[in-house]
């Protein structure tokens, strides 16, 4: 990882380099313990510069779900319909990601325990490092 | 709490041009144009003496500009609020107030034109500010996306059932339909073509989403000493805010409160500065861009909570001029027409003086709640009167 480089890009570019190596990666502030997301480069509640990136497991729990009819400009690589789930991570300080769903769409419910992948989503003309969940 | 602007400035003039989506005959600034005249006629001042513009949700009519056509004599204030959406509509009249308040203008415009082609829609614009590689890898690209993913949660955590969505499409439709300005007017609303239209990201339908329209609205605000001696009848502005608080905000979905739509300090601040409360306000304007999202704002708001949605979101609770809570008196954004929202400002201003196509008997407040869909947002209380 060329940590030079993503030092001067966005705060969140750690995020991208991770999961395109196949890792999810999120921040952590050594000051305060704090998890933080969206990322940062200085920690608003201690004001620690420059928080942590730790290794978090692909694990949450449902906190949110839309499935997407309209064909939205950009979405053809996808196909409608699909679901897009947002997950909390109890790991990551209940923070949450969000990601396309596979699996069975009749389980979809508040706090269904999910499991993810690092996978790429089709967007226009490119492929986006991504994360698909599915029920544990 | 102080409130330096409580009945210092009043809605003087109004005026709207709207068109079906791509009709309208002239462009963007050509409306534009011919809705501040308009808003200048209505009140009885020459457009040449306008001196402050304020608009919003990423307007492209610079007022430099307008200068030519209105004959500006000086411009003095040349501003517009930060963010992507209607969350900024109330915003700018609090900045026009404050401008005005502090002497720094006398007349000053808060507008917002729209014309399919010109400027493009508002979705992209909201895209512009918010939708970034997290959202697109997961398929959300548009505000109707992210709408529906907090709906879905609001309808999943606090049980609220479909039907009282649709009392809010009702009495949109209701009001529309006996407003001759609305697109809706003189149409009879199916509730069953509401339910059968097809998904566009569940549990949105394509009625539960704000359909934009070509047009252009302003309002001009001048001092009160100075609206008592124009044509019509002052409306005073009470109190506006705008903002966000900690833990809510362009936060890739991690507000704390999900279900919110981030109305719970502005509302306080409209409270604490006017002493009003939730019960002394007469009737609500509300930016609809998504019915759910509509709901929550009046939450937010105090006017109802999650607890008694059910019970208050009914049709005859919701219309003029029998309900308790009246909103959407010109039919909203969903059956009047969505000119990003400017519509429902200027219905305040028309209900309060007594011209609305669905008056509310009596109306001495009314409150205007911007949009709900955006990480900035803001409110404002209007008046015919200063408490």
Redesign the interface.
Same mark, same amino acid.
């Given at each position: 990882m060329d940590y030079e480089a993503l030092r001067t890009g966005p705060a969140d570019a750690p995020y991208w380099q991770a999961l395109s190596e196949g890792r999810l990666e999120m921040q952590k502030c050594q000051g305060c313990g704090k998890w933080t997301w969206p990322a940062v480069s200085r920690c608003g509640e201690c004001g620690t510069w420059e928080p942590e990136w730790h290794a978090v497991e692909l694990k949450g729990k449902l906190f949110s779900w839309t499935r997407t009819w309209h064909p939205f400009a950009g979405t053809e690589g996808i196909g409608t319909p699909y679901v897009t789930v947002l997950a909390t991570l109890p790991q990551a300080g209940d923070r949450r990601l969000l990601g396309l769903y596979e699996g069975n769409e009749s389980l979809l419910a508040l706090d269904l325990p999910l499991v993810g992948r690092i996978a790429t989503t089709r967007f226009g003309d490119q492929d986006i490092p991504a994360i698909r969940w599915l029920p544990a | 709490m102080a409130n330096g602007l409580m009945g210092k400035v009043a809605a003087a003039g109004v005026g709207v041009l709207q068109y079906k989506r791509a009709g309208a005959p002239y462009g963007e600034r050509g409306v534009l144009t011919r809705a501040i005249v308009a808003a200048c006629e209505d009140a009885g001042l020459d457009p040449a003496d306008v001196d402050g513009f304020v608009s919003y949700g990423d307007d492209h009519n610079q007022p430099d500009r307008l200068m030519p056509e209105l004959g500006t004599k000086e411009l003095r204030l040349s501003t517009a609020v930060w963010g992507g959406g209607g969350g900024g509509l109330l915003g700018a009249f609090e900045l026009a107030a404050m401008a005005i308040a502090t002497g720094q203008c006398k007349a000053v415009v808060v507008y917002r034109a729209l014309v399919q082609g010109n400027s493009g829609r508002l979705s992209t614009a909201v895209m512009a500010h918010h939708v970034n590689?997290?959202?697109?890898?997961?398929?959300?690209?548009?505000p109707?996306?992210i709408c529906?993913?907090?709906?879905?949660?609001m309808a &999943?955590?606090h049980n609220l059932p479909q039907e009282s969505i649709e009392q809010l499409v009702l009495a949109d439709y209701y009001h529309g339909s006996r407003n001759p300005e609305a697109v809706s007017y003189g149409q009879q609303f199916d509730i069953e073509t509401y339910r059968n239209a097809?998904?566009?990201?569940?549990?949105l339908r394509l009625f539960d989403c704000s359909r934009e329209n070509d047009g252009a609205g302003a309002i001009l605000l001048v001092s009160a000493e100075h609206a008592r001696d124009l044509k019509q009848k002052p409306v005073y502005l009470l109190a506006a805010a705008i903002g966000a608080e900690k833990g809510w905000g362009?936060? &890739?979905?991690?507000d704390d409160d999900?279900t919110s739509t981030g109305f719970e300090p502005i509302a306080r601040r409209l409270w604490e500065s006017t002493g009003l409360g939730p019960k002394d306000i007469d009737v609500t304007q509300l930016y609809e861009n998504f019915t759910y999202q509509g709901v929550s704002s009046l939450v937010g708001h105090g006017l109802i909570s999650w607890e008694s949605a059910v019970e208050d979101l009914k049709f005859d609770n919701l219309i003029a001029p029998s309900g308790k809570l009246p909103l959407n008196t010109s039919g909203g954004n969903l059956a009047q027409g969505f000119i990003h929202g400017i519509n429902i400002a200027i219905e305040a201003v028309r209900q309060l003086r007594g011209q609305s196509a669905n008056p509310v008997p009596d109306a001495k407040t009314c409150l205007v709640c911007g949009g709900p869909g955006s990480p900035i947002n803001s409110s404002a209380i209007f008046a015919n009167q200063i408490p």
């Open positions: - | 590689n997290h959202f697109i890898a997961a398929g959300m690209m548009s109707a996306q529906a993913m907090r709906a879905m949660r &999943l955590q097809r998904w566009i990201a569940e549990p362009d936060l &890739l979905e991690n999900y």
